[in-house]
Nanobody, 115 residues
């Protein structure tokens, strides 16, 4: 079973930047579309951005122009560059497949945007 480990979160002021990473065990990482999700307190998990095996990307309207998803298949790693962060971006961020059946969810990484 593939394991996903997210990292890179933290506390940042509005307008700041963070870069999240997701390390995936297993060599099959490269053939699937992957995605970043987030879950704010009291809300459902939502898809933030996704990327195909070939690098084509899609973004939720709320992050378009501010976030950039990328992947390094050689390193089995998924990234999310987040710029111009807003308080409403505060959430736990997770990575996983774009479509079910999903891998087991990791612990996620907390992003808090606050002054």
């Amino acid at each position: 079973q593939v394991q996903l480990v997210e990292s890179g979160g933290g506390l940042v002021q509005p307008g700041g930047s963070l870069r999240l990473s997701c390390a995936a065990s297993g060599s099959i990482f490269s053939i699937y579309s992957m995605a970043w999700y987030r879950q704010a307190r009291g809300r459902q998990r939502e898809l933030v951005a996704d990327i195909t095996s070939g690098g084509r990307t899609n973004y939720a309207d709320s992050v378009k122009g501010r976030f950039t998803i990328s992947r390094d298949n050689a390193k089995n790693t998924l990234y999310l560059q987040m710029n111009s962060l807003k308080p409403e971006d505060t959430a736990v961020y997770y990575c996983n497949l774009k479509l079910p059946p999903y891998y087991n969810w990791g612990q996620g990484t907390q992003v808090t945007v606050s002054s």
